[in-house]
């Protein structure tokens, strides 16, 4: 457990984070970078980040986005990991990172969702974005190894979207927290003390109590357990997510963007003749915590015929390693869950990620360390994802969800 403590060195801290993967760990960083003045404890229970959603990741990043703020958030995200050595303070450790820019390719195979994908474009191009409207003529012109014909429209954008190395940034703001201050201890919470308008206290399983200032939500699919224990309820829940590596016979003959078909399997570029690909069952309900358990009829009966009938060269591919992940899925809108409960105001949320988490972590610990620091946004504006719309069952719509 290098870099963790087995029993916290104070009684009471500033700011306790409850989960110490990437946006735990965003926010710690942050709130170095931006001088907050006070003590941040960061509490994981699991140090070996074995299973957390950082680790399991596709670790993939676009703009692909129909709504501007998350679009926003992906560009600030890019930014971010291709100046990552700048941002942590020129350090020669940290190693120049760029995006693997083979880009993000959806499909339509109907006019309804071709309809989808232009106004998604438009937003995006506004934006800045460089998307790209696809005809089926096209798509077969610039990929002539699939099968088009059931194809009305693709959008592509090759431009600071694709693989970024994801386990890396989240090192670096593990580290570099640590090395500034930030206490991070291996530890579970057990419970949370609640008076008034406060939580003033956080219960370990090893038995400890902490008293803190402000408490940050960042549990991962553990989110609504936590917020529970706050009297609060968020509609987030763990939803399981499989991916499988493949050495293909007959590599394709040039990279292959994160390709998402129709029938919602999708399948990337890792290199070396080398793929991945995921999706999910069409049944996809709520899971244990502890359930990694993957399902060899989903890659049977489902994704590997649909990569396959898109991409015939893929009829031949052996499959060399495996593994489920799970989504923190926020039932609502499958967006974010940010900033301070409205009446337990000294507990901040960011939770519910569904499977954005990597690529917004940048923008969303920076945005939660400057609400503890100002109590107000300074960069990009995510009250969209407060709470209330979570209390009104108001949904932000996002069109553009794998």
């Known amino acids: 457990m290098q870099g963790f403590r087995t029993e916290p060195a104070q009684d009471s801290y ?26 941040v404890l960061v509490v994981e229970r699991d140090p070996s980040y074995e299973r957390a959603a950082t680790a399991l990741s596709f670790s993939c990043i676009r703009q692909q986005f129909s709504t501007e703020l998350n679009i926003r958030i992906s560009q ?16 020669e450790r940290v190693p120049e990172l760029k995006i693997q820019n083979f880009g ?43 099968t088009v014909d059931d194809l009305v429209l693709g959008s592509l954008n090759t431009r600071d979207e694709g693989y970024f ?30 008076s008034g308008a406060r939580v003033t206290g956080v219960r370990l399983a090893s038995g400890r109590r902490v008293g803190c200032g402000m408490v940050v939500n960042a549990a991962g699919t553990r989110g609504a357990k936590v917020a529970s224990m706050a009297g609060i309820a968020i509609p987030i829940e763990p939803r399981k997510r ?35 690909a995921g ?31 898109r991409i015939p060269a893929f009829e031949a591919v052996k499959v060399v390693n495996e593994w489920a992940g799970q989504y923190d899925y926020n039932l609502l809108d499958q967006n974010a869950i940010t900033g301070p409960h409205p009446e337990v105001t000294n507990f901040l949320f960011l939770n519910g990620f569904s499977g ?35 209390a009104e069952g108001r949904a932000m719509v996002e069109a553009a969800v794998i």
């Open 356 to 390: 954005h988490g990597l690529q917004q972590s940048p923008a969303m610990g920076r945005a939660t360390a400057e609400w503890i620091l100002h109590g107000d946004y300074r960069a990009l504006d995510l009250r969209p994802f407060h709470y209330d719309r979570i």
């Open 14 to 39: 500033d700011v306790v984070i409850i989960g110490g993967a990437i946006m735990g760990s965003s926010t710690a960083w942050w709130l170095t970078e931006l001088g907050f003045p006070g003590r």
């Open 279 to 309: 999706g999910h069952a069409e049944v996809d309900p709520a899971v244990e915590f502890d359930d990694f358990t993957m399902d060899p009829d989903l890659w049977l009966d489902h994704i590997w015929p649909a990569i396959a009938t």
């Open 104 to 146: 993000y390719l959806y499909l339509a195979d109907s006019e309804e969702f071709a309809r989808v994908l232009r106004a998604n474009q438009a937003v995006q191009a506004a934006a800045g974005a460089g998307t790209r409207l696809l005809s089926r003529d096209q798509i077969a012109e610039e990929f002539p190894f699939m």
């Open 165 to 194: 190395d994801g386990y890396t940034v989240f090192d670096w703001f593990r580290r570099k927290a640590r090395e500034r201050g930030v206490e991070y201890l291996a530890d579970e919470v057990a419970g949370l003390d609640v």
């Open 76 to 91: 600030f995200g890019a930014e971010f990991v291709q100046s990552l050595r700048a941002r942590m303070g020129g350090d």
């Open 242 to 276: 499989f991916n499988w590596v493949l050495q293909a016979e007959r590599p394709l003959d040039r990279p292959l963007p994160l390709t998402i078909d129709p029938t919602g399997a999708f399948v990337r570029e890792v290199g070396g003749g080398t793929y991945m």
